[in-house]
């Protein structure tokens, strides 16, 4: 199958009924967790005197892996058990065993999309307010670093917000801003709390 069918069939897969909503659930709700520990790992990072950009990279980037890493296996094996379930049920009230079939293969199609967009989220929620560390120290200073990490993090959780507004026809802006709040909360609570 060419590269351009395969794209064009994963496009189709995500924007179908049985895969679309959950992908996109899985994607946010681990993307906002992603953004919110951006936040948590780069003020706190700050707060507690790390000396330099890639310090704070070298940490973030030690959260995403675990975050992506979780991610993919929690909903992996999620998907598994409850593909296994559905399977049976099917196998069940059709008297055959579908091993090695079309019906199979898609519910396995669709572990396999559904848990991958669970650790994209946290990848980009998270390694996207990691960008500003690599200008520290030439462009920015580290405190200047922290504020734009910060804003980009809101901006993160702004755009999921606004994402599911849309596809749920509420006002993206209103929705925007209550995912991004999460992130001047998260940041406030950094700074004004021990630890």
Same mark, same amino acid.
């Given at each position: 199958?060419?590269?351009?069918?395969?794209?064009?069939?994963?496009?189709?897969?995500?924007?179908?009924d049985?895969?679309?909503?959950?992908?996109?659930?899985?994607?946010?709700?681990?993307?906002?967790?992603?953004?919110?520990?951006?936040?948590?790992?780069?003020?706190?990072?700050?707060?507690?005197?790390?000396?330099?950009?890639?310090?704070?990279?070298?940490?973030?980037?030690?959260?995403?892996?675990?975050?992506?890493?979780?991610?993919?296996?929690?909903?992996?094996?999620?998907?598994?058990?409850?593909m296994?379930?559905?399977?049976?049920?099917?196998?069940?009230?059709?008297l055959?065993?579908?091993?090695?079939?079309?019906?199979?293969?898609?519910?396995?199609?669709? =572990?396999?999309?559904?848990? &991958?967009?669970?650790?994209? #989220?946290?990848?980009?929620?998270? !390694?996207?307010? *990691?960008?500003? /560390? $690599?200008?520290?120290?030439?462009?920015?200073?580290?405190?200047?670093?922290?504020l734009?990490?910060?804003?980009?993090?809101?901006g993160?959780?702004?755009?999921?917000?606004?994402?599911?507004?849309?596809?749920?026809? =509420?006002?993206?802006?209103? &929705?925007?801003?209550?995912? #991004?709040?999460?992130?001047?909360? !998260?940041?406030? *609570?950094?700074? /004004? $709390?021990?630890?």
């Amino acid at each position: 199958m060419a590269p351009e069918s395969d794209s064009a069939s994963l496009v189709q897969r995500l924007g179908s009924d049985k895969v679309g909503p959950i992908a996109r659930r899985y994607f946010v709700s681990n993307g906002f967790d992603g953004a919110l520990t951006g936040v948590g790992v780069t003020v706190g990072a700050y707060l507690s005197g790390v000396p330099d950009g890639l310090t704070v990279i070298s940490i973030g980037l030690g959260a995403a892996i675990g975050l992506c890493t979780s991610g993919v296996w929690s909903v992996w094996e999620i998907e598994r058990a409850e593909m296994r379930a559905e399977l049976q049920e099917t196998e069940a009230a059709m008297l055959t065993d579908l091993s090695d079939t079309h019906v199979e293969r898609e519910k396995m199609s669709n =572990q396999v999309i559904n848990a &991958a967009m669970s650790g994209l #989220g946290p990848l980009l929620g998270l !390694v996207i307010p *990691l960008i500003p /560390f $690599l200008m520290e120290g030439t462009v920015l200073s580290l405190f200047q670093a922290t504020l734009v990490s910060v804003a980009l993090a809101v901006g993160v959780l702004f755009t999921f917000g606004a994402y599911m507004a849309s596809i749920s026809q =509420q006002r993206w802006y209103i &929705a925007g801003i209550r995912m #991004g709040l999460a992130g001047i909360v !998260v940041a406030i *609570l950094n700074v /004004f $709390l021990p630890g």
